[in-house]
């Protein structure tokens, strides 16, 4: 590509207290073979080391100060409208981007001019082999599916192809999209904000890739503490049911209650087993004051629903079956008890 025609890329990274990770997710952008970028870090008053590594290891990054810890969505909206590009690749603080990670990027929008998004190949940080996630899929359930998640890296993963949803601890998006869209959703606070975006962007009739060339190494979870911590569980169990509230359509919701329902009760049961019952309850009544949000979006996204329900509807099942072929085909290790019996259970 041209040096002309490269498109700038802009890096949006939300931190909060992420000194020990942030070192290495700069220095890997520091070594990005494309050259048309900016770095924008969006610290949620941090109160570590964390702007003097960001001085020190990228000091022509522009750093934005949040004096409170306004969470994952909030700062990426701060950096969406801070940022110059033409494209906004969120970035988590606990990952490391190959050296042509950008440059892949680039190639993917030259190829894919009418895509508003793109995932990319997220890999364990630790083992470098082992799939985080290669494109999101969205089930009946209600639920995100991380496509190939804990199984070992391999040809199957290689494909270019259409992907239902990016997980946003390394996505690409079109900015004019996010702008239309309003961006993320800030009262998601942290966790399936992606899902949320995905969906609306799904609803406008916007479509993405999954781009495995463009690799990614995350540890996963570093910041909130791992996926059964207290703050975790409160936040999915409540930002779950605002997804069903303010983002799907009530022709969809109505026929896929059998699934969330069983899908709800599945995830009740596992953080009970964690005894976290008190977060899951706080999460469920973390709910009742955004009911009124949710609502409002709704509304707004009535006429969208109205145009594209259909679409949308057949986009939900084509990713379904992907999930579960890739669910059968990989056997999932560990298990999941709930993914086996789902996919018996509801056939298409």
């Known amino acids: 590509m041209s040096p002309q025609l490269q498109p700038?890329?802009?890096?949006?990274?939300?931190?909060?207290?992420?000194?020990?990770?942030?070192?290495?997710?700069?220095?890997?952008?520091?070594?990005?073979?494309?050259?048309?970028?900016?770095?924008?870090?969006?610290?949620?008053?941090?109160?570590?080391?964390?702007?003097?590594?960001?001085?020190?290891?990228?000091?022509d990054a522009i750093v934005i100060r949040h004096e409170r810890n306004q969470g994952f969505a909030a700062a990426v909206n701060a950096g969406i409208r801070a940022?110059?590009?033409?494209?906004?690749?969120?970035?988590?603080?606990?990952?490391?981007?190959?050296?042509?990670?950008?440059?892949?990027?680039?190639?993917?929008?030259?190829?894919h001019p009418e895509a508003a998004f793109f995932a990319c190949r997220i890999l364990d940080m630790k083992t470098r082999s082992q799939?985080?996630?290669?494109?999101?899929?969205?089930?009946?359930?209600?639920?995100?599916?991380?496509?190939?998640?804990?199984?070992?890296?391999?040809?199957?993963?290689?494909?270019?192809?259409?992907?239902?949803s990016a997980c946003a601890c390394a996505a690409l998006y079109r900015k004019s999209v996010l702008h239309e869209l309003q961006g993320f959703d800030s009262r998601f606070f942290a966790y399936l904000e992606d899902v949320d975006i995905g969906l609306r962007?799904?609803?406008?009739?916007?479509?993405?890739?999954?781009?495995?060339?463009?690799?990614?190494?995350?540890?996963?979870?570093a910041t909130a503490g791992g996926e059964f911590s207290a703050l975790s569980v409160r936040l999915r169990t409540r930002n779950a049911v605002l997804v069903l509230l303010k983002s799907l359509p009530a022709s969809i919701l109505w026929r896929c209650a059998p699934m969330i329902a069983s899908a709800q009760l599945s995830w009740m049961a596992r953080a009970l087993a964690h005894a976290r019952l008190l977060s899951y309850l706080r999460g469920l009544a973390g709910v009742v004051p955004l009911i009124p949000h949710a609502l409002a979006e709704r509304r707004r996204q009535q006429s969208l629903w109205h145009k594209n329900s259909s679409r949308m509807w057949q986009d939900i099942l084509n990713s379904e079956a992907l999930a579960r072929e890739d669910y059968q085909r990989t056997g999932v290790n560990p298990p999941s008890?709930?993914?086996?019996?789902y996919f018996r259970k509801f056939a298409r």
Request: include cysteine.
């Open 8 to 59: 700038l890329l802009s890096v949006v990274i939300p931190n909060w207290n992420g000194a020990a990770y942030l070192e290495r997710c700069l220095q890997s952008l520091q070594r990005q073979e494309y050259p048309s970028r900016e770095i924008l870090v969006v610290d949620n008053g941090s109160t570590d080391a964390s702007l003097e590594i960001t001085e020190r290891i990228a000091p």
């Open 83 to 111: 940022a110059g590009g033409e494209w906004i690749a969120v970035l988590n603080n606990d990952t490391e981007a190959a050296p042509s990670w950008l440059a892949e990027w680039a190639c993917g929008i030259e190829r």
């Open 131 to 164: 799939v985080y996630s290669a494109g999101d899929c969205f089930l009946r359930t209600g639920i995100g599916y991380r496509r190939g998640q804990d199984q070992p890296d391999c040809a199957e993963y290689g494909a270019e192809r259409e992907t239902f």
């Open 201 to 221: 962007l799904r609803a406008a009739g916007y479509k993405g890739f999954y781009l495995p060339s463009a690799l990614i190494y995350h540890h996963g979870s």
């Open 337 to 341: 008890a709930f993914l086996k019996w």
